[in-house]
């Protein structure tokens, strides 16, 4: 797996997550525990498609209300400043909980880079 972080610079929020895949009854569900969010769709590729949508609605718009450092910080992201701003996904495991890794998920990245003003 890929390193797990987000980086802002002047033209774009960077973000790459740990996200598991998995079916729960007839519903596949896209769940990244490092943002707590989800998506679900009717089949893989719509779960993760809706997901990615999720995610950049999320990311844009608590960057545009000014709290998205501060939503991160509470969920135990942990900021590097040097040699460059990084936030740094809270070290935990999807195998640790239960609950999920009892469905089996399969564990992929989410890389997007969105742009800002």
Same mark, same amino acid.
């Given at each position: 797996m890929?390193? !797990?972080f987000l980086e802002r610079n002047k033209n774009s929020i960077i973000i790459?997550?740990?996200v598991a895949l998995f079916k729960e009854d007839e519903t596949w569900v896209a769940y990244c525990p490092a943002l707590e969010l989800s998506s679900y769709g009717d089949n893989k590729e719509e779960a993760k498609t809706l997901f990615e949508e999720s995610m !950049?609605?999320?990311i844009k718009e608590t960057d545009r209300k000014g709290t998205l450092e501060r939503f991160l910080l509470k969920l135990g992201w942990q900021l590097q400043q040097k040699p460059i701003p990084i936030y740094n996904q809270p070290v935990f495991s999807l195998q640790k909980n239960q609950e999920i890794f009892r469905k089996n998920p399969q564990i992929y990245n989410?890389?997007?880079a969105i742009p800002v003003a």
């Open positions: 890929t390193e !797990n790459n997550v740990q !950049n609605i999320f989410e890389k997007i």
